[in-house]
């Protein structure tokens, strides 16, 4: 909420700011592409492995000439021409590619992509520069899931996408009501559960909270489970798990 950081900002509003830390500059990121300062501020930023480019949340009507609505909107800038993309209107941001403007985002919209007809919270990833969207926290076999679906992680290259979903019919396996870990390949569209044993079998308590390497090969989440390595104490406390996602391997 400082108001000394940069010459356009004179609100108590949450601001995006990002500091080159070789160099101590630093850059305004909540302003639309002309320099005017979001009039509601910015907030929970993500940054790319670059620094070029910048995702955020914003409840701001002047950033894109789109958005005229008073809720939470994301944005992505580019640090390096100063362009601004509307993203998607009310949703929620979880993460940033690595290399630049691919975003996952979890929203409740039934008009984003054909295959989700249901009020459920989904999983989206879309490419900023060509603004294709794809539903990702949908089944197997196509169908939309029936369960909500968050927490997305992404690869650096945005094509693969990890998420938590209470969804029963994402995959065969799954026939718990406990929130599950998935992973979707973008390119090939096969999906995976993470949070299952070397042999295939779902844990026996909740998972979540996903993390990607940049590679998309090996998956981190938390779980409650205790069915997943003998070495777990049978408490069910929450422990981190990290899971190889190359065929083949566990």
Excluded: W
Excluded at 24 to 51: D, H, I, Q, W, Y
């Amino acid at each position: 909420m400082a108001t000394d950081l940069s010459t356009l900002d004179h609100d108590r509003n949450y601001d995006v700011y990002v500091k080159h830390l070789a160099t101590g500059g630093v850059v305004f990121a909540s302003a639309s592409r002309t320099g005017a300062k979001a009039n509601v501020g910015g907030e929970f930023p993500s940054l790319s492995s670059s620094g070029r480019y910048v995702a955020f949340q914003s409840q701001s009507t002047n950033l894109a000439p789109a958005d005229r609505n008073r809720r939470s909107d994301i944005y992505v800038k580019d640090l390096l021409t100063g362009r601004i993309a509307l993203v998607s209107t009310s949703t929620i941001l979880e993460a940033l590619s690595g290399d630049g403007p691919t975003v996952a985002f979890t929203s409740r919209a039934t008009d984003l992509d054909p295959g989700d007809t249901d009020p459920g919270a989904d999983v989206y990833v879309k490419a900023v520069d060509t603004g294709s969207i794809r539903l990702a926290s949908m089944s197997r076999f196509g169908g939309p899931s029936n369960g909500d679906s968050s927490a997305a992680a992404l690869s650096a290259d945005g094509l693969v996408v990890a998420f938590q979903s209470a969804a029963t019919n994402l995959d065969p396996a799954d026939r718990n009501r406990s929130i599950d870990v998935y992973a979707v390949d973008l390119r090939s569209g096969e999906l995976r559960v993470v949070s299952s044993s070397d042999d295939g079998v779902i844990g026996n308590a909740g998972s979540g909270n996903p993390a990607l390497s940049a590679d998309g090969q090996q998956a981190a989440f938390d779980s409650a489970a205790t069915s997943f390595d003998p070495a777990d104490s049978g408490r069910f406390d929450y422990d981190i798990y990290l899971k190889s996602l190359c065929p083949g391997t566990a």
